[in-house]
C-alpha cells in the first residue's frame, strides 16, 4: 500500500490546515488509518485514527488534539483527512498518515506510512 500525504502548510496560530492522505489500494473495513506526528527534537506521537468500515469509523484521538482535529475517511475516494481548527505553536510538525491492521495509537500497529507533510504554525 503506497500512501500520499497532502495539505500541510505555513498558518498562523488559531487557524486551520486540512491533511490529506490517499490510499493505493482501497482499505478492508478491518483496516484503520490513522496520523502521526514528529515535531523538532521530539519523539514521534500518534495524533488520531479512524477504523475503515463502520458508519463514523470510531474515530480517536490524543487528548492533545481531542476537540481541535478531527479524523474522517471517503470510502468512495479511498482517502483520509484530518481537520485541524485551532493549531498552537506546539502542533507544529511534520505529518504522517499510517495505514494498518487494527485501530490503535501504537505506531507499531501500522504497516504503512506515507512520506509526512509539514506543519508549521507561527505566533
Known amino acids: 500500500v503506497q500512501l500520499q500525504a497532502s495539505g500541510g502548510g505555513l498558518v498562523q496560530a488559531g487557524g486551520s490546515l486540512r491533511l490529506s492522505c490517499v490510499a493505493s489500494?482501497?482499505?478492508?473495513?478491518?483496516?484503520?488509518m490513522g496520523w502521526f506526528r514528529q515535531g523538532p527534537g521530539k519523539e514521534r506521537e500518534f495524533v488520531a485514527a479512524?477504523?475503515?468500515?463502520?458508519?463514523?469509523?470510531?474515530?480517536y484521538y490524543s487528548d492533545s488534539v481531542k476537540g481541535r482535529f478531527t479524523i474522517s475517511k471517503s470510502n468512495a475516494k479511498n482517502t483520509q483527512y484530518l481537520q485541524m481548527n485551532s493549531l498552537t505553536p506546539e502542533d507544529t510538525a511534520v505529518y504522517y498518515c499510517?495505514?494498518?491492521?487494527?485501530?490503535?495509537?501504537?505506531?507499531?500497529?501500522?504497516?504503512?506510512w506515507g512520506q509526512g507533510t509539514l506543519v508549521t504554525v507561527s505566533s
Open positions: 489500494r482501497r482499505p478492508f473495513t478491518t483496516d484503520a
Open positions: 479512524i477504523r475503515w468500515g463502520g458508519g463514523n469509523g470510531s474515530p
Open positions: 499510517s495505514f494498518g491492521r487494527s485501530l490503535s495509537s501504537r505506531s507499531s500497529a501500522y504497516d504503512y
